[in-house]
């Protein structure tokens, strides 16, 4: 019996050795998340195992929520088993408070991964495993979400931007009785948060009420239910490929047109929406809303513009084109940078920067920003007139921006130049003739970046 347990021991590390085969690179930076929980403990002694054989580098973090009278107590256990191990270890404070109608799981979940994004790493290690997927599909299932919530946690997820760590859980195929054997068999000491035998959680109602009951009818449960994320996994997959597809007949220079996504039926319109949603880093808002955005678009009059706001971004229409947007802090009629000969000018108030780059017989004349006058940047407030073509008269910044099809909401947070009360440059519509280099002169061409 102790010898089957001991091949059991094996098992587990092999399985875990597999999966770091598959993805990490020599010399990559794994973080694990230390709960202090036998999942995390059993994991840390895999990992710190393991990398006396493989070339990555360990350290721990481990979250301190302030919900438990004896969170000071845990954050206490994980130094000390890391010092055992001889690796680092981050503890990170959090103060977390819960509004009405807000779930306190949902928000600790939240804070949790903000702090894992902050990490400089390769990979955040979770301990999740194989009955936590079951659960977590269960819950998914029980507040009904779509096919990518059904898709379950997956083995690696790769965070935006790309700076951020990815996600990895070596431990998803393993179940937690397994790793409870491992942790016995290699006389682990771990603690027990007394959370988990509430049931008054979601998740804890489920492990201690109803899957007890499932597994007598039906042992493999676990198994199964991760073989019908796969699926589902495999389903969201194609409606991303669709969306793909769907993609290239719909966009114009990279905006989703509405006379296009009219073509298609609800569905697929309703795909390629939350799929473009998501390549720009947005979470989608849930069904209801969405399908209301969607049938907002499809139905607007030709000179509309919806303009539509959820979460940190917002959806506006112009002249047919759909703009994602994230939310953007509103600019102060005051706010005005100075120049002062940068290569780079990083406007915060704008969510941008300017590029100035030395050129010939193009870009804004040198000689003619002398000192006299500090060159500035600020936004419009209104009555403006510029004259970027020599052969038309001087005319309004209003008539300029619409001829030029900008965005109403993008005309007055346009960082526009200026030589004293002289406006000289506009992104977009370009520089005033009076300040234009002539051929064979030496010119400083400014180039507009929007984060």
């Known amino acids: 019996m102790a010898h089957s347990r001991k091949l059991k021991s094996n098992n587990i590390l092999c399985n875990i050795q597999d999966v770091l085969l598959a993805y990490i690179k020599p010399g990559d930076h794994l973080v694990i998340a230390l709960s202090g929980g036998v999942d995390s403990v059993v994991l840390l002694h895999i990992l710190a195992t393991l990398s006396k054989e493989m070339p990555f580098t360990l350290s721990a973090v481990h979250v301190n929520h302030g919900i438990s009278s004896n969170a000071t107590l845990w954050s206490k256990f994980c130094c000390d088993l890391c010092h055992s191990y001889g690796i680092s270890i981050y503890i990170a404070y959090l103060k977390i408070k819960k509004e009405i109608g807000e779930s306190l799981e949902?928000?600790?979940?939240?804070?949790?991964?903000?702090?894992?994004?902050?990490?400089?790493?390769?990979y955040v290690v979770l301990a999740q495993h194989i009955d936590d997927q079951a659960e977590t599909l269960l819950l998914q299932l029980f507040r009904g979400a779509g096919i990518k919530g059904l898709c379950g946690m997956p083995l690696v997820r790769k965070q935006l931007p790309n700076s951020v760590p990815q996600i990895l859980?070596?431990?998803?195929?393993?179940?937690?009785?397994?790793i409870e054997t491992y942790g016995r068999l290699n006389k682990l000491a771990w603690i027990n948060d007394e959370s988990n035998d509430s049931i008054i959680f979601n998740r804890n109602y489920l492990r201690h009420e109803i899957l007890p009951l499932v597994k007598k009818r039906y042992p493999n449960y676990p198994k199964t239910l991760l073989r019908v994320s796969r699926h589902f996994s495999e389903?969201?997959?194609l409606l991303d490929e669709l969306a793909a597809i769907d993609s290239e007949h719909c966009l114009v220079s990279g905006k989703l047109q509405v006379d296009r996504m009219r073509i298609l039926s609800f569905p697929r319109a309703k795909n390629i929406l939350r799929y473009n949603l998501l390549q720009q880093g947005?979470?989608?808002p849930s069904k209801v809303k969405l399908e209301t955005i969607l049938h907002q678009i499809l139905t607007a009059e030709p000179d509309s513009q919806p303009h539509i706001s959820f979460g940190n971004a917002e959806i506006r229409c112009h002249k047919g084109s759909i703009y994602i947007l994230p939310h953007k802090s509103l600019l102060l009629g005051s706010t005005h940078y100075v120049w002062n000969g940068e290569t780079q000018l990083v406007l915060h108030h704008f969510n941008g920067a300017i590029h100035f780059t030395k050129v010939t017989s193009q870009g804004i004349n040198q000689k003619k920003i002398s000192t006299d006058h500090l060159i500035t940047i600020r936004a419009r407030k209104g009555g403006e007139r510029f004259m970027p073509a020599c052969n038309r008269p001087r005319r309004s910044l209003k008539n300029l921006l619409q001829e030029a099809s900008i965005p109403p909401w993008e005309r007055n947070s346009l960082p526009l130049m200026f030589y004293g009360e002289k406006l000289i440059w506009v992104p977009g519509i370009g520089i005033d003739c009076e300040f234009q280099a002539k051929p064979d002169e030496l010119g400083i061409l400014p180039i507009w970046y929007s984060m």
């Open 106 to 122: 949902a928000i600790a979940r939240e804070e949790r991964y903000r702090v894992f994004n902050q990490i400089q790493a390769n």
């Open 169 to 178: 859980r070596p431990l998803l195929e393993i179940s937690r009785n397994e």
């Open 235 to 237: 389903a969201s997959l």
């Open 282 to 284: 947005i979470i989608p």
